[in-house]
């Protein structure tokens, strides 16, 4: 089992920017792909990104391509989320997770391990 913690949630401005960090502990990483979801209130949890641990290969939802940036520090055990030019549809409570790389790790089904959330709100 893997434990997972988010932080650097708040509010910004649209057209700001943001760095979310998921701390990570437990079992080993290299066979899994940590990804970020986020869930806006009425809303379902949408899938935003994901990075295979070992290589660090990504895959992008479009609703965040080139606005969005995964990366992962692995002596930190650390997933980030850098988020720019933030809009209000950003807006949402934002979760990283941990899914099997064997998985697609595209639907939250897939995942097994996740953190409580942070939340992020973009004022316009």
């Known amino acids: 089992q893997v434990q997972l913690v988010e932080s650097g949630g708040g509010l910004v401005q649209a057209g700001g920017s943001l760095r979310l960090s998921c701390a990570a502990s437990?079992?080993?990483?290299?066979?899994?792909?940590m990804g970020w979801f986020r869930q806006a209130p009425g809303k379902e949890r949408e899938f935003l990104v994901c990075?295979?641990?070992?290589?660090?290969?990504?895959v992008y939802a479009d609703s965040v391509k080139g606005r969005f940036t995964i990366s992962r520090d692995k002596a930190m055990n650390t997933v980030y989320l850098q988020m720019n030019s933030l809009k209000s549809e950003d807006t949402a409570v934002y979760y990283c997770?941990?899914?099997?790389?064997?998985?697609?790790?595209?639907?939250?089904?897939?995942?097994?391990?996740w953190g409580r959330g942070t939340q992020v709100t973009v004022s316009s």
């Open positions: 990075i295979r641990w070992g290589g660090g290969s990504t």
């Open positions: 997770a941990a899914c099997d790389s064997g998985s697609t790790c595209l639907r939250q089904q897939e995942y097994s391990s």
């Open positions: 437990g079992r080993t990483f290299s066979n899994l792909r």
